[in-house]
């Protein structure tokens, strides 16, 4: 079965230092993948998402960006964080298949990473 | 672009009873899926139900069940026998089906509160 991990689950950084969240999948290849951002009292903004390798779309002009070095592997990172930038990040997939079968519409979300910045 | 409306901030209910969510999206598109996921406070989004847009039979997944009415671009969740452990946020998501990548396009959630 497919598990979607995400880490680290809690960070506290000051204003001004980089960030680095990551996402790993296991039990599947060639994963659609996805960052959102989850602000307090609001719903969930999609930020990054990547068909591949090397391929990344931004949603959201942000002082954020993503990387997919590997095929199951998603990191979110920062140069500097803003205040901003605090909130609860979600990594999520699903199936690059085009049938409804394959589940290919639905999303599977990690646990999430909730960043506060000082 | 797609929007996903859920104009119920809050809900309460009685343990046992029943409940429904409202949810109202805008598309222009024809074919697409509609989900409710739960986010209880762990934090964890949970897939609760899906509904493809060309099926006209509603979803039902144990106590959930789903109203979904096309033409009126509604798709409503009604929790039946409500439990303690549905307590949660509970948001309604879009989904084109053209293909790719894209998301999901959250509404603002309805956070559900179970009276015991």
């Known amino acids: 079965s497919q598990t979607i991990h995400q880490w680290p689950a809690t960070l506290v950084q000051p204003v001004g230092s980089p960030l680095s969240l990551e996402c790993t999948v296991e039990?599947?290849?060639?994963?659609?993948l996805y960052w959102y951002r989850q602000a307090a009292g609001r719903g969930l903004q999609l930020l990054f998402y990547s068909v591949g390798i090397g391929q990344i779309s931004s949603e959201v002009p942000q002082n954020l960006s993503a990387s997919r070095p590997q095929d199951r592997q998603f990191i979110l990172s920062s140069k500097k964080l803003l205040l901003s930038d605090s909130g609860f990040y979600l990594c999520a997939w699903s199936s690059s298949g085009s049938s409804s079968l394959s589940g290919a519409n639905v999303l599977t979300f990690g646990a999430g990473s909730r960043l506060t910045v000082l | 672009a797609q929007t996903v409306t859920q104009s119920q901030p809050e809900m309460s209910v009685q343990e046992a009873e029943t409940v429904t969510l409202s949810c109202t999206y805008d598309t222009s598109e024809s074919d697409y899926y509609l989900f409710w996921y739960k986010q209880p406070p762990s934090r964890q989004m949970i897939l609760v139900i899906r509904?493809?847009?060309?099926?006209?039979q509603n979803a039902t997944e144990n106590r959930f069940s789903v109203n979904f009415q096309k033409a009126a671009k509604s798709f409503s969740l009604k929790i039946s026998d409500s439990q303690l452990g549905d307590a949660a946020m509970y948001f309604c998501?879009?989904?084109?089906?053209?293909?790719?990548?894209?998301?999901?396009?959250f509404g603002k959630g309805t956070h559900l509160i179970i009276q015991p």
């Open positions: 509904q493809e847009a060309y099926k006209q």
């Open positions: 039990g599947t290849s060639n994963p659609n």
């Open positions: 998501a879009y989904r084109s089906a053209r293909g790719g990548a894209d998301g999901l396009t």
